[in-house]
């Protein structure tokens, strides 16, 4: 490599751990649910504001995927993404200056910040294969990525408890300050100069016949049919697990607990930073403990410390809590993604997409759920009837699964 090649590579990659750590500084992220019922919002209406977020990504991930889309340049995705979802947090910030909040605008603005995550998620990712395949450093992507991905954790632990004190004082804080590092990222972003990332590539021999996107529709079609049980499983586990971090845990903390707003970025901060930790020993963790009980323990043991929290009010478990349910979440996604590039790497973006889109769902349709039972219910029986459902299903889905397929390894 020559060396002008390699001062670009190392001006790239320090773009690239700039826009992680500057794109994921969410102050106002911990405390949104608490921004929204301090609005006057009910819980149904917060719950469906919240929702909206997830449903926006759903219905705008695979367009966006589309060929014609993805010939886009990279770069211009990320700075396109960053600059909406400053829109968004905007809209927000715009809603909470009257009371009760605007729930338009408010969902409005949660679809403008879908719409921006679907644009970034991954997008940066494809850019440092891209940048380490250009200059021959492949090898190298497994660690580049674990360290950059580590400044964004970073970032989003002390965002949050930075947003959790300045949400004592306004509630519109925590927002306003988002809007700057948003247009900042994209600033980041521009540092980032690859021809495309993991994206569209035309063929050399043109557009395939009809008879070929026949084929590989009806091959597909085949797969995902037989890869139903994976998809539920992982749907409906990272659906539980999210409905707890994004809804159940930031509910009880504020309606049912009473707890500070100074705490809730470290609470929420430590659920982030261990799921984080566990993820990346997965695979030596999982060859220890096995695969299937460390996929079909994680949320049970996940709703069992969410009930725990919701009813024994002691505060060593607001820190003890977090941390046992990051660790247990932690591993539904690269053991099912591994899993499912097991069985067939040929077809795993497919089944994994459709495993997302279906989470999506999932997320939102409890989320909603699980508001409208509170209103009726206490927040632990809401909790325990969500949780035996999705654990019954789940298990399900997941022994279905071990008797179709044979065993795989984590690789």
């Known amino acids: 490599m020559s060396e002008m090649n390699q001062l670009l590579r190392i001006r790239q990659l320090r773009a690239l751990a700039a826009y992680r750590f500057v794109s994921r500084l969410y102050f106002y992220l911990p405390v949104l649910v608490v921004i929204l019922l301090k609005q006057g919002l009910s819980l149904p209406q917060a719950s469906i504001v919240v929702a909206v977020h997830g449903v926006a990504i759903m219905l ?227 060859q220890k403990v096995g695969e299937t009980r460390l996929l079909v323990a994680g949320v049970p043991i996940c709703l069992t410390a969410g009930i725990l929290l919701v009813m024994l009010d002691l505060p060593g478990l607001y820190v003890v809590i977090p941390v046992i349910i990051g660790f247990a979440a932690a591993f539904v996604r690269p053991l099912s993604y591994a899993a499912i590039a097991a069985r067939d790497p040929i077809h795993r973006s497919e089944v994994i997409s459709a495993a997302e889109t279906l989470l999506g769902v999932v997320n939102a349709v409890l989320v909603l759920l699980s508001a409208l039972l509170m209103e009726t219910w206490k927040l632990a029986p809401s909790l325990m009837l969500l949780g035996l459902v999705g654990v019954a299903v789940a298990a399900v889905g997941f022994g279905s699964r071990n008797r179709k397929a044979s065993t795989v390894a984590i690789g």
């Not at 380490?132 to 492949?138: E, T």
């Open 60 to 286: 705008l991930k695979g367009p966006l995927d589309t060929p014609p889309l993805k010939r886009i340049s990279p770069t211009i995705r990320l700075v396109t993404g960053e600059i909406v979802k400053a829109a968004g947090v905007a809209g927000l910030a715009f809603a909470t200056l009257e009371t009760p909040g605007n729930l338009a605008v408010l969902i409005v603005s949660q679809a403008l910040n879908g719409l921006g995550f679907a644009l970034t998620a991954g997008t940066d990712s494809g850019m440092l294969h891209e940048i380490l395949r250009v200059n021959g450093a492949q090898e190298q992507y497994r660690d580049v990525e674990t360290r950059t991905q580590s400044y964004g954790f970073i970032a989003f632990l002390v965002s949050g408890v930075i947003g959790g004190f300045l949400a004592t004082e306004s509630i519109s804080t925590p927002l306003l300050l988002t809007i700057p590092t948003s247009i900042l990222a994209a600033a980041c972003a521009f540092g980032l100069r690859v021809t495309h990332a993991g994206g569209y590539s035309p063929s050399a021999d043109g557009a395939p016949s009809g008879e070929t996107r026949t084929s590989r529709r009806d091959a597909r079609r085949i797969y995902l049919r037989a890869s139903w049980a994976l998809i539920v499983f992982y749907a409906l586990s990272r659906g539980i697990i999210l409905t707890l971090f994004v809804w159940f845990v930031p509910v009880a903390l504020f309606v049912t607990l009473h707890v500070p707003l100074t705490f809730f970025g470290l609470i929420l901060g430590l659920y982030t930073g261990t799921g984080f930790v566990a993820a990346r020993y997965s695979k030596q963790i999982a």
